[in-house]
């Protein structure tokens, strides 16, 4: 379930609202009764929690260890020298 914010039109008091997608958005203030604005939120930031923070937390640990190089294509030119 979302979390809205509100402003209230009357005394200014914000506050945050724990509601469902379905439900109509609440009209009066907590604080003065007076009418109430849903306002337009910036979503939710990214969450890092558990293992997968750093790019090697992602690699296969089985194709990692058996390759040996990092990877690249040895030069040609080089061995012809």
Known sequence: MPTYDYKCLDCGHSFEAFQRITEEA?????????????LIGAGAGPIFKGSGFYQTDYKNKSNSSSSGSSGKKPDSSAAKK
């Open 26 to 38: 609440l009209t009066g203030c907590p604080q003065c009764g007076g009418k109430v604005k849903r």
